[in-house]
């Protein structure tokens, strides 16, 4: 699985977005991009997830770049709430059993009022 | 909806003491992973089982065994515990077939060794 780089840290004020940019420029065509977050000590929620369109659900929008090499995950209207330790993991889909996740350093979100 | 129970939440150890975490799937869920998070550490993973069979192995030390059972709940047995133990585990579990939506976690269980 492709290793990816996000940035430790990052703050948004209560009711912007929040946009979380990942690297991930070793990625392979058959690759997706998945966005956990651990918020403090539970654990990890699925957000979202996609492999080349841009994708959007109840809880966030995936953007990924035409080269596949990076992507960003937008919150629209961050709350306090969603202050948390997120997560961009790249995985194969083996089409069965998904496997180990491989959790890397994640970048700690600030939502302030 | 039912999610992925963890028992117990809070468990306190002495060092070489054993320790034994359950986990509950969701229903119908058939494979079952252990993850291992130390103080201030990202998710490690431990090992997981599908269809009560062995199915993938991380940095799981050699004190610590698993398994599922017939009705797919997971135990995880920690021996000889030492300090470094102390750690948040979480169990998650998956349905085959339905891996595009990720996995869900439990609420994990809090291990303190002393």
């Known amino acids: 699985d492709a290793k990816t780089t996000q940035p430790p840290s990052m703050d948004c004020a209560e009711g912007r977005a929040a946009n979380l940019p990942c690297n991930h420029s070793?990625?392979?065509?058959?690759?997706?991009v998945y966005w956990y977050r651990q918020i403090h000590s539970q654990g990890p929620q699925y957000i979202i997830h996609g492999l080349k369109n841009n994708e959007t659900n109840e809880m966030a929008s995936l953007i990924i770049t035409e080269d596949r090499k990076s992507s960003t995950l937008i919150l629209p209207h961050a709350t306090l709430r969603d202050t948390a330790v997120y997560y961009c993991i790249v995985r194969l889909d083996r089409g069965s059993t998904l496997g180990r996740l491989y959790f890397g350093r994640g970048t700690q979100l600030t939502v302030w009022p | 909806a039912a999610g992925v129970i963890q028992s117990p939440r809070h468990l306190i150890k002495e060092k070489r003491e054993t320790a034994t975490l359950k986990c509950y799937p969701i229903p119908r869920h058939d494979t079952v992973y252990w993850y291992q998070q130390g103080p201030g550490q990202d998710p490690q993973f431990l090992i997981s089982f599908y269809e009560k069979m062995q199915s993938d192995k991380g940095s799981i030390p050699d004190r610590f065994s698993a398994q599922q059972f017939s009705d797919y709940h997971s135990e995880l047995n920690m021996s000889s515990l030492e300090l470094g133990d102390s750690a948040l585990y979480f169990c998650?579990?998956?349905?085959?077939?339905?891996?595009?939506?990720?996995?869900?976690f439990g609420s994990g269980t809090r291990l303190t060794v002393v």
């Open positions: 070793t990625i392979s065509g058959n690759e997706y």
């Open positions: 998650a579990s998956s349905l085959t077939g339905r891996g595009n939506y990720g996995y869900t």
